[in-house]
């Protein structure tokens, strides 16, 4: 935030202002090596643990008003921050300052038929934009992948917490200024004037990429309104597919842990597809069942169990994110794929099955960012991908695709050598 | 083209109906090997000879067309086809072949923690739009590239070049069916309403992307319309900065090949940028001017050459693609670089100089898509960077930057084996 800032001040007019400074700042972080990014995290990271009194405070406004609001205890439980859960932002700040730099880092490099020395070298973005919803959390997550990456970044939070995202936003510039860091190397806009967010999706050319971190009705948004690239993740309608050949113990825990484990992140299975030859088909469902999970079925699913309720049409095209699945049985596994193809929402998919051939099959045919065998769908995460934290998970084909972390904030310049060479 | 159109069907309708056939076409494209994709492309290239007389008949009815609407001397060249012409693109469908093929190739690979072994992969895009203008030799071109990349490809091309591109269609698609490649992997849109290319360039979730391949105007409206994301080619005001160190006769040769050797390319310079501790400028200056070059210049420039006229405020910001040249001097590498940052359209920069440090700043601090030391900026180009072809010269950030070809052509997905994983 800037001092200078009025609410008379065109959303378009702020925006522009605050993406030129965003630009200006980058300039000099582009230039910094791993080291000082690092120890400017660190700061920033011990200002968000020494202002824990302020944000806190700031915090419980935002729940005071979300209450009198009448939002809801879910939404309440993400918007809330405690010392435990402060330590865990100011932790994750800290972990980012100890991932690779991919800054600098030579992706390729050959020597042209004219004797050019050619190299790929990945280089910042450049401006990022974030917008997002009621999750405090992602002010400093993303503040921090953005600046380890060498990005300056804009970010735009939801009303809901307005203020834990201003007292986490203090902080963290404290923290940075206090390492060298330009303060508008991460800005918070001062503003929850939608016209603003309207203002950042149009700004192509000031501001390089958005990254929309929330529900589906503000990534639909995002990526109907912007002009400029967008980083997005839609749906996560994950498939297993329980291919005749799976060792029934792996396919029963797998399952399990696929739906149940967490029911409310991206990666949870919304499908199960039960191949018609698998023997022990009632055993997986069963234990599905007794985990407490809802399971709707059609036909031949529906006799596994008299449990399992009639699946409707749209059933196969829901993300779910609760202790509810639909269950297909499918005869092989070229009708899981059309299935898949059909249904799917290029996540992540995975089958369970002995077979290499099956296997090697469905990890060719599978067209998602994610294609597994024999694991838990719940593993799609850039922590467990190793690398270190994530942004999201890119649904889209282009620029990054899965778990995206430092890399996927970054792009290339062609640096070419000669000694003299013109064109003939 | 599809038999059972009829002038009737909306575009939107129409381009949706193209596009899901060409979706299906692609699943079929993306299983095949490089060999069964090279007979293909062999095959498209034998009908391009094959039909010659159809395709310079149709080329001449193009031509007569244009001259009666009075196209200009430059455009009617850009459409003419002649059998040496025709020959040339048949032989670069056959260059394509012979490509390496990016489809398949694991980028990196790891086992995280839990043991899973990960594993990026490349795969094709799914379905490419092109959207272009009057050259005709584009609809084999990017057809080609497209192919060989294993991605569908929906061409439009322009209303000049109606009849070449319909033949030129014709035979490539009849190759490509010879070899038991689905027609509907190369579609060309069989309408020139404007329309059909609203709805291309609406059709999210049914195109990856979309390439505009022609001028500035063309290229402007596909990215403010598109929803579906676009890899752009804007403008290439293309910069060479004369260091102080550098070798004067290599600087001479150098600033007169980027600019006078093609000057309608995008590579070419646009602006100089002498240094004024160069001891040598009126030499440079000397030899673009003797080679035909008009100099538009700064107050310093102007004094290095009586012919050199002055310079406005547009020229530092003009693409000429012509024989004409901004020229300014600057003190320092720092100046330079100010220039090129407020200046330049992030396509190509170089700098001339025999200081390895000097070399060094400005490769890492210029934030162009191509940034060259010693050579001509007239490099900028797939074919002289080794990949053999290009779909174009992206100027965006995001996924490809610089020449593009096949490897830009494609997408990767994770590839996760486990051996029964749950996550704790």
Same sequence: chains 1, 2.
């Avoid at 920033?44 to 020494?50: G, I, K, T, V, Y």
């Avoid at 205890?73 to 100011?90: E, V």
């Avoid at 529906?302 to 269950?327: F, N």
């Amino acid at each position: 935030m800037n001092a200078s800032t009025t609410l008379a001040e065109a959303p378009a007019a702020l925006v522009t202002r605050l993406a030129k400074a965003g630009r200006d700042a980058q300039r000099v972080l582009a230039r910094l090596d791993h080291d000082a990014k690092a120890a400017a995290l660190r700061a920033a990271a011990a200002q968000l643990r020494a202002a824990e009194t302020e944000i806190l405070a700031a915090n419980a406004r935002d729940l005071t008003a979300g209450q009198e609001r009448g939002l809801s205890a879910a939404l309440l439980d993400r918007l809330m921050l405690d010392s435990k859960r402060l330590a865990g932002i100011a932790n994750a700040v800290e972990n980012v300052a100890g991932l690779p730099d991919p800054v600098g880092q030579v992706i390729d490099s050959s020597t042209a038929p004219s004797g050019l020395a050619l190299s790929r070298v990945r280089v910042p973005i450049g401006l990022i934009g974030i917008v997002y919803e009621s999750r405090p959390n992602v002010t400093a997550d993303a503040a921090a992948l953005c600046l380890a990456s060498g990005n300056a970044v804009l970010l735009r939070g939801g009303s809901e917490a307005v203020h834990s995202n201003r007292a986490i936003h203090a902080a963290l510039v404290k923290g940075l200024v206090s390492a060298g860091i330009p303060a508008a190397a991460v800005q918070l806009l001062p503003t929850q004037d939608r016209a603003a967010v309207g203002a950042m999706l149009a700004a192509a050319g000031l501001i390089d990429m958005i990254v929309p971190r929330g529900g589906k009705g503000l990534v639909e948004r995002v990526q109907a309104d912007a002009r400029v690239p967008v980083l997005a993740h839609l749906d996560g309608i994950c498939h297993t597919y329980i291919h005749s050949a799976a060792d029934p113990a792996k396919a029963a825990r797998i399952a399990v842990n696929a739906k149940l484990r967490r029911t409310g992140i991206c990666g949870a299975m919304e499908t199960l597809l039960l191949d018609a030859q698998f023997p022990e088909s009632q055993k997986v469902v069963a234990a599905l069942l007794d985990g407490g999970c809802a399971l709707r079925g059609d036909a031949r699913a529906m006799a596994l169990d008299p449990r399992i309720a009639a699946a409707s049409t749209e059933d196969w095209d829901t993300e779910y994110l609760d202790s509810v699945l639909s269950v297909a049985v499918v005869d092989g596994l070229d009708a899981a794929l059309q299935h898949i193809a059909a249904h799917g929402s290029q996540h992540t998919e995975a089958i369970v099955s002995e077979d290499e051939t099956a296997v090697e099959l469905f990890l060719g045919e599978v067209d998602s960012a994610i294609v597994m065998a024999n694991a838990s769908t719940q593993f799609a995460d850039g922590g467990e991908f190793g690398l270190g934290a994530e942004i999201g998970i890119a649904t889209g084909r282009l620029h990054a695709r899965g778990p995206v972390a430092l890399e996927g904030l970054t792009t290339y310049k062609w640096l070419v050598r000669g000694t003299g060479q013109v064109r003939p």
